[in-house]
C-alpha cells in the first residue's frame, strides 16, 4: 500500500508539471523533475528519510491517530462511508488553516486554505482506503510521513520551498486534476461494501 502510494505520489508530479506546463507554454515544470530524478542526491535525500522516521514519527502518528484511528469510524458511522470520508478531509484542511496563512502562504493565503481543502480531501481519501484495507495505524502514519517531506526531497533538500508559497486561482483547476490520482480511490469497493461492524471498531 506504501509503494503503490509512492508511485501515485509521482504521478500527480508528473501530472502537475504536465499540466503547468501546458497552461505557461514552457518546459520548466517537467526538466526540473527530470533534473532531480537523474541527481544523485535526491536518492541520498531519500534514504536519510528513513532514519529520520524514527526521530519524527510522532507528530504524522499523533495527527493519524487522531484522523484515521479516532474519527474516521465516527465520520462513516454518522455520514456513511463515502460522505464521511470527504467530510474528514475537510475538518483536516481546517485543522490547518493557521499554517496555510502563516507560514505556507502569508500573501495568498486564502487560496493557499482553497488548495489545503483540495490536498486533504483528495489525498484523505487514499489514506482511509489504504487503512481500511489494512487495519493498520503505521500504514496511514508513513504515507502521511512521505507525503510532507518528499516534496523536499524532489526540490533538492530545500526547505525553503513549502514557505512563501504564491497561489494563483489558475492552479487550482491544476490542483484538482492531479488529486484525482488520489481521489478515484472513493470509488474502491471497500466504500461500498465495507462490513458495518467494521466501521463501528
Not at 54 to 83: C, D, H, N, Q, T
Not at 130 to 139: D, E, F, G, L, P
Request: glycine share 6%; proline share 3%; aromatic share 14%.
Amino acid at each position: 500500500m506504501i509503494l503503490l502510494f509512492l508511485v501515485l505520489y509521482i504521478l500527480r508530479f508528473v501530472i502537475s508539471a504536465t499540466l503547468s506546463d501546458v497552461l505557461n507554454g514552457s518546459g520548466e515544470s517537467m526538466q526540473m523533475l527530470k533534473d532531480a530524478a537523474i541527481n544523485p542526491r535526491t536518492y541520498m535525500l531519500a534514504a536519510v528519510l528513513i532514519p529520520n522516521f524514527v526521530f519524527s514519527f510522532i507528530a504524522f502518528f499523533g495527527e493519524e491517530y487522531g484522523w484515521r484511528f479516532y474519527l474516521l469510524p465516527v465520520m462513516l458511522k454518522k455520514f456513511g462511508l463515502r460522505k464521511g470520508v470527504l467530510l474528514l478531509g475537510i475538518v483536516w484542511a481546517i485543522w490547518h488553516i493557521n499554517i496555510d496563512f502563516m507560514f505556507y502562504s502569508v500573501e495568498t493565503g486564502p487560496l493557499m486554505f482553497v488548495a489545503q481543502i483540495i490536498t486533504c480531501v483528495t489525498v484523505g481519501i487514499f489514506f482511509a482506503y489504504a487503512y481500511m484495507k489494512t487495519q493498520n495505524i503505521w500504514v496511514p502514519v508513513i504515507m502521511h510521513y512521505l507525503n510532507n517531506n518528499l516534496v523536499v526531497v524532489l526540490a533538492g533538500g530545500d526547505t525553503s520551498v513549502l514557505q512563501n508559497q504564491i497561489v494563483h486561482a489558475k492552479d487550482l483547476p491544476r490542483m484538482v486534476i492531479q488529486g484525482l490520482v488520489f481521489a478515484l480511490f472513493i470509488f474502491a469497493p471497500i466504500f461500498g461494501k465495507i462490513k458495518k461492524e467494521r466501521v463501528e471498531q
